[in-house]
């Protein structure tokens, strides 16, 4: 039909209609199989199945229907307000326009083919291949994409893509104004975020995103992002894979849960967490600020520069030869690491402290000296010398940590290898040892360095957090110090026996810098337990659950500057 129209009315039916050049074909009714050329043009009202528009433009109008239409050679299908296209098959030099309302479902767009959602139009559901495009602009919105080999998704100023899955040479383009959300980014997938364009929270798994943006929450499971210039990623999760951080690009808050952060020349990271088996890497002309090591790695290049670093728990933080670290080191404690690579372990190194400041804000120095060669670093706390053991990295640097080598750490869950000798009641020696986090260690006297006294035969015990330590031998065997001993810690004298009286425990502060009287019970029966550090009167002495004594400290946290000496008996 050409020049004419077709009109198919509510309850009519027509099938095979050909309508080009003038010809106009009105559905109120039923129409399958139709074709429109050379400028034949149908106007959907109530159903059309299956038509072929060459040339031609098919339009959806409100409370019309288009399944199955194919759109080809310069064909146009519209879909206005209240209409709705369903499966629909663009090709070369199609296109399918989705605005003011109108819905498209299941649309594939392929060689070439176009299709554009606009002005409050929705594509749900697109699949785009080999050259199919996808444009969301001006309030459209286009829900679960699939953009696979050679398909292509632009979101640009007011448009919104929400669960876009990209893979296998799939590409999404964010650009200025444009809003990506939930992205999906498969093995062979990309995702580039433009300047001003922003991508809210894409899930990268073996696919690559380049962001010149803002990129926020993104999980990385597998596969890379690319923080460029002038952009910005914020609080990225990354579990496998890498984030890159480029000249001008920015990340804060990312955490690092297996997987690796690397801040080039000129990038800048603030507030990376890492965690166990994650890696953070600032190469040369990096920065890295306030840095929170929770049991991964910290390594600081030949050039880089990190600030701020803190400890939150164990951990390593890695200085490279010729790296720079500015600012205070705090929250440096028992499973800490710091490796100085550019120190090389020949032996004979010596750690020393030089406490700064006290109370609250205090801080000092602590010298690693290995021959000529020295390592001065500022820590957030109070240390002594002997805090710090110095041994080999086993890559030819040196390794500090505290507390020295040859403490039992034993925490909550019975990790530690003192624990197989509580569970065994066993009676071995104990040396010096760590307490931490809910920890419980049986110390029973015997012959082991006393690293806070410069050497010797006294056993040490360390608190660090809420823990227990029980001494279950002849008192008098164990004449070691006990330093970090605080609000939650308890030291079990089970072989001073308790009644029902309350026991009394009494302060002796001995003169700061002088030694205190060694541990043990003296001729009276009484039990004088030294402490490292400045207490009051503070001492509950009461029932250890297993007719002996257990004293604790239920009042004020400890300062550490000096030994003290306390007195337990029972009256």
């Given at each position: 039909?050409?020049?004419?129209?077709?009109?198919?009315?509510?309850?009519?039916?027509?099938?095979?209609?050909?309508?080009?050049?003038?010809?106009?074909?009105?559905?109120?009714?039923?129409?399958?199989?139709?074709?429109?050329?050379?400028?034949?043009t149908?106007?959907?009202?109530?159903?059309?199945?299956?038509?072929?528009?060459?040339?031609?433009?098919?339009?959806?109008?409100?409370?019309?229907?288009?399944?199955?239409?194919?759109?080809?050679?310069?064909?146009?299908?519209?879909?206005?307000?209240?209409?709705?296209?369903?499966?629909?098959?663009?090709?070369?030099?199609?296109?399918?326009?989705?605005?003011?309302?109108?819905?498209?479902?299941?649309?594939?767009?392929?060689?070439?083919?176009?299709?554009?959602?606009?002005?409050?139009?929705?594509?749900?559901?697109?699949?785009?291949?080999?050259?199919?495009?996808?444009?969301?602009?001006?309030?459209?919105?286009?829900?679960?994409?699939?953009?696979?080999?050679?398909?292509?998704?632009?979101?640009?100023?007011?448009?919104?893509?929400?669960?876009?899955?990209?893979?296998?040479?799939?590409?999404?383009?964010?650009?200025?104004?444009?809003?990506?959300?939930?992205?999906v980014?498969?093995?062979?997938?990309?995702?580039?975020?433009?300047?001003?364009?922003?991508?809210?929270?894409?899930?990268?798994?073996?696919g690559?995103?380049?962001?010149?943006?803002?990129?926020?929450?993104?999980?990385?499971?597998?596969?890379s992002?690319?923080?460029a210039?002038?952009?910005?990623?914020?609080?990225?999760?990354?579990?496998?894979?890498?984030?890159?951080?480029?000249?001008?690009?920015?990340?804060?808050?990312?955490?690092?849960?297996?997987?690796?952060?690397?801040v080039?020349?000129?990038?800048?990271?603030?507030?990376?967490?890492?965690?166990?088996?994650?890696?953070?890497?600032?190469?040369?002309?990096?920065?890295?600020?306030?840095?929170?090591?929770?049991?991964?790695?910290?390594?600081?290049?030949?050039?880089?520069?990190?600030?701020?670093?803190?400890?939150?728990?164990?951990?390593?933080?890695q200085?490279?030869?010729?790296?720079?670290?500015?600012?205070?080191?705090?929250?440096?404690h028992?499973?800490?690491?710091?490796?100085?690579?550019?120190?090389?372990?020949?032996?004979?190194?010596?750690?020393s402290?030089?406490?700064?400041?006290?109370?609250?804000?205090?801080?000092?120095?602590?010298?690693?000296?290995?021959?000529?060669?020295?390592?001065?670093?500022?820590?957030?706390?109070?240390?002594?010398?002997?805090?710090?053991?110095?041994?080999?990295?086993?890559?030819?640097?040196?390794?500090?940590?505290?507390?020295?080598?040859?403490?039992?750490?034993?925490?909550?869950?019975?990790?530690?290898?003192?624990?197989?000798?509580?569970?065994?009641?066993?009676?071995?020696?104990?040396?010096?040892?760590?307490?931490?986090s809910?920890?419980?260690?049986?110390?029973?006297?015997?012959?082991?360095?006393?690293?806070?006294?410069?050497?010797?035969?006294?056993?040490?015990?360390?608190?660090?957090?809420?823990g227990?330590?029980?001494?279950?031998?002849?008192?008098?065997?164990?004449?070691?110090?006990?330093?970090?001993?605080?609000?939650?810690?308890?030291?079990?004298?089970?072989?001073?026996?308790?009644?029902?009286?309350?026991?009394?425990?009494?302060?002796?502060?001995?003169?700061?810098?002088?030694?205190?009287?060694?541990?043990?019970?003296?001729?009276?029966?009484?039990?004088?337990?030294?402490l490292?550090?400045?207490?009051?009167?503070?001492?509950?002495?009461?029932?250890?659950?297993?007719?002996?004594?257990?004293?604790?400290?239920?009042?004020?946290?400890?300062?550490?500057?000096?030994?003290?000496?306390?007195?337990?008996?029972?009256?």
């Amino acid at each position: 039909m050409s020049g004419g129209t077709l009109f198919v009315a509510v309850g009519g039916t027509a099938s095979g209609a050909r309508v080009s050049s003038g010809g106009i074909e009105l559905v109120s009714g039923i129409d399958s199989g139709a074709t429109l050329s050379l400028g034949g043009t149908e106007q959907v009202f109530g159903t059309a199945f299956g038509d072929l528009v060459l040339r031609g433009t098919q339009t959806v109008k409100s409370g019309g229907t288009a399944v199955g239409t194919t759109v080809s050679s310069g064909g146009q299908q519209v879909v206005s307000g209240g209409g709705t296209a369903s499966g629909a098959i663009i090709l070369s030099s199609g296109t399918e326009t989705v605005s003011s309302g109108g819905t498209a479902i299941g649309t594939v767009v392929s060689n070439g083919g176009h299709e554009v959602v606009s002005s409050g139009g929705v594509g749900d559901a697109t699949l785009l291949s080999s050259g199919g495009t996808l444009g969301v602009v001006r309030a459209g919105t286009a829900s679960g994409a699939v953009i696979v080999s050679g398909g292509l998704e632009t979101v640009s100023t007011g448009g919104t893509a929400i669960g876009t899955t990209v893979s296998g040479g799939g590409h999404e383009v964010v650009s200025s104004g444009g809003i990506a959300v939930a992205t999906v980014i498969s093995s062979g997938g990309t995702l580039s975020v433009v300047r001003a364009g922003t991508d809210l929270g894409a899930q990268i798994s073996g696919g690559f995103e380049t962001d010149s943006g803002l990129a926020s929450g993104a999980v990385i499971l597998a596969g890379s992002q690319m923080v460029a210039n002038g952009g910005t990623a914020i609080g990225t999760t990354v579990s496998g894979g890498t984030e890159t951080v480029s000249s001008g690009g920015t990340t804060s808050n990312t955490l690092l849960a297996g997987g690796q952060e690397t801040v080039l020349r000129s990038g800048h990271a603030t507030g990376t967490i890492i965690m166990n088996g994650g890696t953070e890497l600032v190469s040369s002309g990096g920065t890295a600020v306030a840095t929170a090591i929770s049991g991964g790695t910290l390594e600081v290049a030949s050039g880089g520069t990190a600030s701020g670093v803190a400890f939150s728990s164990s951990g390593t933080l890695q200085l490279d030869s010729g790296s720079h670290i500015s600012g205070a080191i705090s929250g440096f404690h028992s499973g800490g690491a710091i490796d100085l690579r550019e120190l090389a372990y020949a032996g004979t190194s010596t750690a020393s402290w030089t406490q700064l400041t006290s109370g609250s804000s205090a801080s000092g120095t602590l010298t690693v000296k290995e021959g000529a060669s020295s390592v001065t670093l500022t820590l957030v706390g109070s240390y002594t010398s002997g805090n710090f053991s110095v041994t080999s990295d086993g890559s030819g640097g040196t390794l500090v940590t505290d507390p020295p080598v040859g403490g039992t750490v034993v925490t909550s869950d019975g990790s530690g290898s003192s624990m197989a000798d509580i569970a065994a009641a066993s009676f071995a020696p104990a040396i010096s040892t760590s307490v931490i986090s809910g920890g419980y260690e049986l110390a029973n006297g015997g012959a082991a360095a006393d690293t806070n006294n410069g050497g010797g035969t006294d056993p040490a015990v360390f608190f660090s957090g809420d823990g227990m330590v029980a001494l279950d031998a002849l008192l008098s065997q164990f004449a070691g110090v006990v330093s970090g001993f605080d609000l939650g810690d308890g030291v079990d004298l089970q072989s001073l026996g308790f009644g029902s009286a309350p026991g009394v425990a009494s302060l002796m502060q001995a003169t700061s810098g002088s030694e205190a009287g060694a541990s043990g019970v003296d001729k009276t029966g009484l039990f004088n337990l030294t402490l490292l550090g400045q207490y009051a009167a503070n001492f509950s002495a009461g029932p250890g659950g297993h007719d002996g004594t257990l004293i604790t400290d239920p009042s004020s946290a400890a300062s550490v500057i000096g030994p003290t000496s306390m007195t337990v008996a029972h009256s």
